[in-house]
């Protein structure tokens, strides 16, 4: 399998009954919110990211596809809101997914677009420290760690993607 079999599509109002189904469940959010979103968290972060996507014509939130047209997570390019030099990734996965590849295919092809619309724009992964799943995919790709402490009274890792890192 490769990022190629995977299809982006920004989030739309209509959306909101699959977000919600995804984003409900603990063991998805864990590393996220700490928890399951209620349906009142999550109409406040899908309305959050409409906006976003509004905003943006190339950049934004986008629900994804498996080969098979499944929904199985989304993907979010966006302008990082602490550092708009930065550009932020992001990505969840419905569990049912997990540990088949996919985290990592979704991960390429945000980079990929990034690439493309943006080219040597610096990126940022936030995740939770306890997530080493996620700290594993990232570094993968070229993320290093760059802060490590509480944002927006969450506890956060900040994984910086340098297009061009200095010879070490």
Known sequence: MNSDQLTFRKYIEAD???????VQQDDVMKYISGAGLTEVQARSKFRSMLELNRE????????????????????????????????????????????RGYGTMICHKIIT????????????????????????LLEKFGFRSYFLGMEDDLPTEKLLLKRTWPAE
């Open 56 to 99: 943006e014509d190339t950049l934004g939130c986008f629900m994804v596809y498996n080969e098979a047209g499944i929904f199985i997570g989304d993907g979010k390019l966006v302008s990082y809101k602490h550092d708009t030099s930065l550009l932020e990734i992001g990505y969840i996965l419905k569990s049912t997914f997990w540990n």
């Open 113 to 136: 677009l990034a690439d493309e619309l943006l080219p040597g724009k610096d990126m940022v992964g936030l995740i939770d420290p306890d997530n080493i799943a996620s700290k594993k």
């Open 16 to 22: 909101f009954d699959s977000f919600y189904a995804m």
